[in-house]
């Protein structure tokens, strides 16, 4: 008798350590799966994903814990991202992030009109097509606007004011990039209202980078912008090197490229936008619907100035332009 209670206690015992791993996987099995799909590379976006952990963890999830990210990055090639989006699509997450820019955005929303989106742009998303309104944007999709593809005219002003009397003015575009076409038309407007000429290159590969950065040295520009764009990101370490073997003073949207040793930077600051990425995700997985989440605007803008570069390329930093600026990286 005292030999079968033992058996039966034995048996009990196997069974219950037996249902451990069974369990285990049925948690593991029901935590949610975000997706998480950029124009831009891992690679430049290391500080940003930290951003974006930061956010989701504020709002009470923590990947590898109560949440899993499934990352697909185009890395600068806009057209691999329908078939990335498509791909989290058939595995079902319960979101989507679509970071790096309006392909993203737009790339998802084809997608899908049932999985919620939280997507981040530069321009305007009731234009594109990715909500009904800035308050209710209705559908399956919000997220955060960061304006910057709509900022090229007050870049071009303080270019000029950075580099006062230069004749020509180049433009570096990407015409792959969606809101390519309504950049270079607030940037030929700009340029009409104040009489400055400009020279736009246009660049979309490596090589093509080479080449417009070789054209416009040999048309003798004075100055550089640098337009918004998601590829021109992923590509930052090649431009502000090009801009400094070619002399030229430039701007770009990003304090990142201020940084790796761009002369000045002009935007708002996009590892908080990363951040706010991660908390509407956070409340979208605890129930929200992006119907309801109002499109996000940056209230901030920041001007960094590296005067290590300035003093490389023989650029005297006014005092105005200084006193305007946030940070001054000596």
Known sequence: MASHIGRRKFLATLGGAAAWPLAAHAQQAAMPVIGFMSARSPEDSVHLLEAFRRGLKEGGFVEGENVAIEFRWARGNYSRLPALAADLVSRQVAAIVAAGGEPSGLAAKSASAAIPIVFGIGGDPVALGLVESFSRPGGNATGVTLLTNLMEPKRLGLLRELVPGVSLIGVLLNPKFAPASRQLQQVEEAAR?????????????????????AALTSERVGALL?????????????????????????????REYAVAGGL????????DAYRQYGVY?????????????????????????NLKTAKALGVKISDNLLSLADEVIE
């Open 281 to 305: 995700t956070a409340r979208i997985l605890k129930g929200a619907k992006p119907a309801d989440l109002p499109v996000l605007q940056p209230t901030k803008f920041e001007t960094v100035i």
């Open 226 to 254: 640098v337009t918004a764009d998601p590829y021109f990101d992923t590509r930052r370490e090649q431009i502000v090197g090009l801009a400094a073997r070619y002399r030229l003073p430039a701007i770009y949207q990003f």
């Open 193 to 213: 209202s104040i009489d400055q000429r400009i020279l736009v290159a246009n660049a979309s590969t490596d090589e093509e980078l080479e080449a417009a950065f």
């Open 264 to 271: 000045l930077s002009y935007g708002v600051s996009i590892t």
